[in-house]
C-alpha cells in the first residue's frame, strides 16, 4: 500500500474505507474518509486491505509558501491571506501535498477543499503541527509564532490560523502575547467535520479569510455566532472560551459582547467595540515561553497537597473561588511557594467578573502572602500571559496586573 | 470588655467600631458594625478601646429550636420552616445568642435581622457553622445534612440554608445526593453585606423563605435573577454556578433555564420546568461521603506530574478538553491510575454539554483506559457526586452516569 490507494482499514471493532495519505507519524495511517473527513488509526494490530491503487494523485512537490508552483494566478487585486496549519477537525479538509513534518501547501490545494474560498484573496499555505488540539504544547505555540511572523514579514496582509476547537483558545492567548501584528491573526476551526451535513467548516474558513482582509489588527477567533449559517462571530484571542462541547457556536467572549462579526451572505465585517487598527503597529516578536507555570483550581475538600506540585515552579495560577479565595488553611503553604520564589496569581472560577482580594480577610491574608490578582483574566489565559511573562517582562506583577492584550477588560467590582 | 458593649478595634491600618459580640474563637473578636454587617478580627495585636458599656443586650439563654422561650407566638394556620445558618455574608445579619458552637436562634433573632420575614412562616433556626464559605469542607457538608434531616424530621415544612456564596453551589450538590426531602431545602446566600445600599441579602432571603413554603421538594439555590430587585431564580442545586465574582445575579443553571422563580413584589413562585413535588418522596439520609476525591483542571503546558497527587485516591475527577479530552501522554499514567484502584471520572472544561469520548481516538484511548463520563455533569459538582457515590453507590461507574438528582440533563450531543 502506498499514499494515494483506496484502502480498507480494520482496527478493534473498527472499519475505516478511503484514500491513504502521507502521514509524519510512522506509527498512524492516515485515512481520507468519503466526505474529506481523516481519521488517524494506529498502525499496531491494524489490518490493511489495498482496494485500488493510486485512486488519488498526492504530489510530493514540496511547494513552497510563497507562491511556488500553483496553478493558481496571482491576483494583484487581491490581498493575500496566510492559511497556516496546525490540525484538528477543520484541517482535516485540506489533503496533505507532503508527508514531512515542515509540509506546505498551495492555493490549488486550499481551493480544493474549500472552493467558496476562490476569488476572495491570494492564498499561500503552511502546516506547523498536525495533532488534535488536546495535544498542543508550548514549544508549538513558538513555532506557530514564528511560522506567523514570517508570513506577515513576507508580505501577507492577513493570517489565518486552523486549529482543533479544543484548546484555541490558549493558542490564540499565546500569540496575542508573542506577537505585536500590524495584520489580522484569525484563528478558526470546526466542531463538526466536512462529512456531515451540519459541518461549520466552510463558513467558518470563509468568515476567517474575511476577517483577516479587515481593519482589526488583533488576535482574533472566528466562529459560528448562532446555531444558523449566518453570521461569524469575531471573539479577541484573550478573552474567548469554549462553553459547550459540541454546539457550533460553542465559542464565546468572556464578560462581553465579540468584538465583531462577520456576516456569511454579504461578506460584511463588523466591530462594535474598540479594537486595534491595521497597520498601526510594527511587527514584532518576543517568543520566549517559560514551561515551568501551573494551574490549580481550588474545590472544597481538596488536599493541600496539590500545592506540593508547584513547589519550586517559576508560575501558578490558582483558579479561587469568588472574589479569589481558596481554604484559609491553603494559606502558609502559598506564602512557602512565594517565599520559595514561585509567582502565585489569583484568577476567578466564576470566570466573569474581577478578583478583589481586599473584601474578605481570606482575600487580604492571599495578598499579604505575596499573591498577584490578574483582574479578570480568564484563568486559562492568565497561565498563557504568566508563562510569556515571566521570560519577557520586566516586573512581571506589574504586568500580570495591566492589559497587555485586551485580556484584561473594564475594572467590573462596583465598590471601585 | 464584654459581649454588648460598644467597641473601637484597631489593629493594623484599619479601625472598626460597633458592639462586640460573643465569639466561639477564642482569638477572634466579633464587632457588630452599624448596619448590622459582623466582622471577625484577630485578637493578636487588636487594641480594643470601651465607648460604651452594655449599649446591647446580649441574650446568653440557649433558646431550643423547637419553639423554646420565643416571644412570638407559633401561628397554626402558617406553615414552620427552619433556617439553618453556616455563616457568609448574609448570616452576619442575624445576631448571636450565645457564644457556643452549637448556637441556636429563634424567630425574634431572625425578625430582628429581616423584619420582611414576618407573617410568612413561623421561624426556628439553628447555627450549624459560622465559617466563610471557601472554609467550608466535606465533614461539615455532612453536619448540615444532619442538621436538615432532623429540622424535617421534627416537622419542618421547608428549611432555608443560609451559606456563603462562595462554594454554595458544591454545599447545595452535597445536600441533594445525601438527602432525600418531601420538602423544599432552598439555600440562599447575600453577594452584598447588609450595610450597603445594594445589599441582596433581604429580598434573597424573603424569596428563599416563599420558595421553602412552595411545592418543589428539591435541594434549590435562591439568589437575584438580574440587576434588579424584582425577581429572584431558583436554580436546581446540582446545575447551579456562580458565574461572577460580584454581581447580584451572579448564579446561573448552566445549559439550561432556571428551574422556577420568585416574584418580590407579587410573593409568586412559579415553576417552568418539571420538578420533583412536596411529599412525593419519603425522607432519607445517606450522609457517608469520601473524602479522598480530587479534581484536577487539565490545560496545555501541564506538568503530568499533577497525576501523582491522585495516586492512591479514591477519586479522581478529571476537567478535560472539549467533548472530554487530554493530552495523550496523560493517558498511561491515567490508565495506572485506575489499575490502582482510583476511579476516574472525565468533565468537561466547556461547563456546557455532554462528554462524549467515542469521537476522537483521545477519547476512546481514554475509555479503554476505564474512565468513567460524567455526561454533563457540571465538574464541581461530579466532584461531590464522587464522593457521595463511592460511600453509598453499588456501582458507582453506573452511577456516575446515571442522573439523581437533575446533575445530568437530557442528552446534549447532537449525534446521539
Redesign the interface.
Known sequence: MKPGDRVRVDRDDRTFEGVLLPSSDDDQLVVKLEGGYNV?VDRGGAEVAVLAEDVYEIDGTDSTGDGGESEIEFDEELPTISLISTGGTIASTVDYRTGAVTAQFDAEDVLRAVPDLAGRANYRGRVVANI???????PIWQDLARAVHEEIENGADGVVVMHG???MQ??ASALAFMLETPVPIVFTGSQRSAD?P?SDNVMNAVCAVEAAKSDCAEVLVCMHASESDDVCALHRGTRVR??????RD?FETVGAEPLGDVDYESETVQFHRKYQHRDERDLSLADGLS?D???????????P??L??AEGSAGLIL???????????FIPRIEELVEGGTTVVMT?Q???????DRV???GRDLLEAGVIEAG?TVP?TA?VKL?WALENAESVAETMETSLAGELQER????E
Open positions: 488517524g488534535l488540539s488536546e495535544n498542543m504544547e508550548p476547537t479544543d484548546t490558549y493558542s456531515r451540519s469554549k462553553n459547550h462541547t459540541s454546539r460553542a514551561e507555570v501551573e494551574l490549580l483550581k481550588f474545590t472544597p475538600g481538596m488536599d497537597a496539590f506540593d506540585v483558579e479561587g473561588t469568588g472574589l479569589g479565595h481558596v481554604h484559609t488553611d476567578s466564576c470566570l466573569e467578573g474581577r478578583i478583589c474578605y480577610d481570606t479578570d486559562g497561565k508563562m467590573s467590582v462596583p465598590w
